[in-house]
């Protein structure tokens, strides 16, 4: 979504700054990167990303809030086409996680090795955007017990938490690969085997919930 | 295990720049530490860092693999004394991971934050002592395989990561809590029963593996 207080070129120079970040802190690291490297990347005077942004960190929320917005969009549009409930929907959002590392390995790198580098981001940022990336993983698992389908005697904050975990250890392996996997499904298969036989109500259970 | 090539007094100074150096970094970040912040925080002179340690880098790979090293050995021994064979041994690997939380907030915030602060660390450190971490959960579901107690069509080097991953996550949860949180086990328990139901063979299986 533009920001409506935004010229339309003003919006695509800070896209701009913010896709050059991306490419040089995935090839430098967080910390090794000038924010005058950001500014030749760009092609811009090093003057003009602070027109954008207050300071390297900034420039680090920014991109991690926009690249978190273009996931979450991508995530409702693919789960919105998923037929055959909450399970698959749940197998869906675990692939589309992996997806990631064959369709931008960078973003792949970024989210799960770059980010973590800012101490400000990992212990003060309040971090809105995976807040909402988090609630939609959240939401599933609450459908999922109320439809009777997952057991309900597991915390679902935890739970949640727990399977992001799991699916960024796996994403951040798969970042670290030489080369971009041309294809993560048996990865993502497993991993949602596992999560889901994890969660789901015991065939001997699977009658017992009532709505 | 002391190095042999060190004298007592000397391998007794090393442990206590180890030692400020993770009071250090818990209160301030990697990033924010300087060398010079330890050796006040150990209360020796600047240049007595470097006799044993290259730089702040080196000294945080240091301080991971002592530490790592009193997890393992911990794990080992109380590992060995868990009656009720592997998935026991399961439930009290991941008990025992969360427990850090508890016994020792510093090293639980050590661990989940500041260490990944490192871009050395997370993309150049080849780890073994992790690597020995990784390789006693690994263990124990080869062992569980063996056993016909765990399915056998889950890939264990993909499941150990899997696992470490929600086990890494819960810790940050409760590692970034304002204060250390008494009891860790309701949490150990729901994600031991997650983690194991989705790796365990179903019941209507669990005759089936030929040994």
């Known amino acids: 979504m533009a920001k409506p207080d935004k010229k339309r070129g003003t919006s695509q120079k800070r896209e701009c700054i913010l896709e050059a970040a991306l490419r040089a802190f995935a090839r430098n690291g967080f910390y090794n990167t ?83 580098q800012s101490a400000k981001f990992v212990k003060e940022y309040e971090n809105p955007k995976f807040a909402d990336y988090l609630k939609m993983l959240y939401s599933l698992i609450e459908r999922g017990q109320e439809e009777g389908v997952l057991r309900t005697d597991l915390d679902r904050r935890l739970v949640t938490r727990a399977i992001f975990g799991a699916l960024d250890e796996v994403l951040l392996q798969l970042a670290l690969l030489p080369d971009a996997p041309d294809d993560v499904s048996d990865e993502a298969y497993q991993i949602a085997e596992m999560i889901i036989d994890g969660l789901r109500v015991r065939s001997s259970e699977s009658l017992s919930p009532t709505g």
Chains 1, 2 share one sequence.
Request: proline residues 1%; hydrophobic residues 45%.
């Open 34 to 116: 000038r924010v005058s490297d950001i500014a030749s990347e760009a092609g811009v005077a090093d003057g003009t990303i602070y027109l954008y942004f207050k300071n390297k960190d900034d420039l680090l929320i920014s991109l991690f809030e926009d690249q978190m917005e273009w996931i979450i969009d991508r995530l409702r549009h693919e789960l919105a086409a998923v037929d055959g409930g909450v399970l698959n929907q749940l197998r869906s959002f675990i692939h589309l996680h992996f997806r990631l590392a064959v369709e931008r390995p960078d973003l792949a790198e970024f989210i799960t090795v770059e980010l973590r």
